[in-house]
């Protein structure tokens, strides 16, 4: 991404559009809602490469619901460090709640880590990752969920430190959507927490020793299920200077449960209300304005609507929508393609523009069913168009593997810098993939965009995580870190 640097660290690092409209012009007559004011424009906070031994390869940080010591979903977090080469089976680490200094202990059905954030949250030069663990049993609460913070280091993860729970009482699932960003605009990252059915908390001072602040977000996302409650993301999309957080899922103000996204400027006040529920996010620059833009995924509705970031913030009105019908976009839109299921930003050709990935996990190729590709779309002086979109799945020239029935190639994508050669690589999931035991695959950037040269692809099993069925490798990945 072009975003530049403001503090020190080398890890560079299904509803109707309408409908909602017509709902959210009641809450701003009510007094609910406003648009956030205008702002100067500046440079916008930076998000950058996650690279937990700080030796300036991006490091992919995934998600696994591996068994640990006999407990089945107990979950784990696997890193592959990047090198000159890429990422690789052989450069794997496996951390789970057994893992020496990591906080808790690996229970059945707990999901370690499937909730992940990424961010140089101490100042020390190493990528930290933070892993929210939503099912984990608090007390008597069956499903209070943890979060901790696992620290990087010159040799990788090392230890751990749990992040209190502030209203233990007042919500469940705490950890279950994770995002960091700066918002009071002193330099370091926050981290915003999400919970099932009590708003969203704000955490700052994350340290090794000593107690963080938080503070309380209330939202007018839909209460009482995690299933309308979809994304967290963070980026600076006035350009002045702070992030601001959106909060995607179903608006619950006026009991309509219509989709959407709100966006409160650094992290605080009245939100701006964009009318699309995002099942996914991804922040990225990709008009090359030098300020942040905000591409969120509806798989429902086989859409990607990307809101272009100005000095007055995001809008309703500053927004595309591209979908598989779009010209230039390989493939037709189906009802179950699920177009939009993942979304990540990254430059992938170099070009100055972010570029994004979608992942369409459930796409048909040929006559394979839920064989799964992903679609990347160019960014441009113009933003995201489907011009040069490229269509990538395992039937693909060059691409490891075979297109099967039921893999989901794409249920989770990434674009970074794994290489240290300047374009950002496509990481992509395929969790149900032998039986699923889930597999990962890397495909380097280039100047001509995603290339299959030197691809890499390893299952679960061959990167030593579990042979075990169920183990889903790639469920998710950490986003890149905040931190530049």
Known sequence: MRHRARHRAPSRTATSASAFAAAAAAAVAAGLLTTAPAQAATAPTSHGLADVNGDGYGDLVTASEATVSGASGAGAVVVNTGSASGISAARTTVVTQNSAGVPGAAEKDDAFGSALATADLNGDGYTDVVTGTPDEKVGSDVDGGTVAVLWGSKSGLSGGTTIPDPAPSAHDRFGDRLTVGDFDGDGRAELAVGTSNNGVWIVDGISKTGTPTQRKLTTAIAPGSSDYYRSLSAGDF??????????????????????ATLVYPAATGTPTVLPDEGHSAAVGDFNGDGIDDLALGHRDANAVNVYTGAA???????????????????????DVDSFGQSVAAGDVNHDGYDDLAVGVDFETIGSVQNAGEVVVLRGSADGLTGTGAKAIHQGTAGVPGANENQDRFGTSVRLTDTNKDGYADLAASAPFENTSNGALWSLRGSASGVTTSHAVSFSAATAGVSKATYTYLGRSFATDAYGS
């Open 238 to 259: 006035d350009g002045d200077g702070t992030d601001d957080l959106a909060v995607a899922g179903r608006y619950d103000e006026d009991g309509s449960f219509d989709g």
């Open 312 to 334: 007055a913030g995001l809008s309703a009105s500053a927004h595309r929508t591209l979908t598989q019908d779009t010209e230039g976009v390989p493939g037709v839109t189906e």
